[in-house]
């Protein structure tokens, strides 16, 4: 009876930690937005630093992309 007491109360942490992080997902974007505006990059990289590893690592291969599709254009 215990263990399924415990079951069903992790299920609904799991689900309040969803509903959580959906809640917070605007107000990232809308943080990166404001950073790129005021701050530049070098903020946006720091605001990143809460993501997981993977965000992270998908991120940075977007920007070397970019610039080596910036570099194409100019020369």
Request: with cysteine; charged share 30%; aromatic share 4%.
């Amino acid at each position: 009876m215990r263990e399924t007491i415990l079951d069903h109360a992790g299920l609904a942490l799991r689900g309040d930690m969803r509903a959580a992080e959906q809640r917070l997902k605007p107000l990232d974007r809308l943080a990166l937005e404001v950073a790129e505006q005021s701050l530049g990059a070098r903020f946006e990289i720091a605001a990143g630093c809460a993501r997981p590893a993977a965000d992270l690592a998908a991120q940075a291969l977007d920007l070397a992309e970019d610039r080596f599709e910036a570099r194409l254009t100019f020369a």
